[in-house]
Nanobody
Framework: QVQLVESGGGLVQAGGSLRLSCAAS????????MGWFRQAPGKERQFVAS????????TYGDSVKGRFTISRDNAKNTVYLQMNSLKPEDTAVYYC????????????WGQGTQVTVSS
């Protein structure tokens, strides 16, 4: 059974940094695309970033470009989201997700980790 487990969330002051981790298990993810999404209270889920497990091609949402970096560690089956220059509007629950192909919906989701940025 596929499992995605996020960690690394917490409370940080504006301008600070956090690194989120997503540990993936239950299958081979070599052909998968891994993504990070976030959802703030009362708002729709928002795309943050994605990475192709093989090749490492990345994409970012406009609101995080230049501040966030997605990466993966193949040996640890883990995807990371390095978040720098955090702003109060980055406050949200952050979710890790996985899908098998570019045009497919995300099939698997983690439970989420809370990120709170104080002003």
């Amino acid at each position: 059974q596929v499992q995605l487990v996020e960690s690394g969330g917490g409370l940080v002051q504006a301008g600070g940094s956090l690194r989120l981790s997503c540990a993936a298990s239950g299958r081979t993810f070599s052909s998968y695309i891994m993504g990070w999404f976030r959802q703030a209270p009362g708002k729709e889920r928002q795309f943050v970033a994605s990475i192709r497990w093989t090749g490492g091609v990345t994409t970012y949402g406009d609101s995080v470009k230049g501040r966030f970096t997605i990466s993966r560690d193949n040996a640890k089956n883990t995807v990371y989201l390095q978040m720098n220059s955090l702003k109060p509007e980055d406050t949200a629950v952050y979710y890790c997700a996985a899908k098998s192909a570019l045009g497919a919906p995300y099939d698997y989701w983690g439970q989420g980790t809370q990120v709170t940025v104080s002003s």
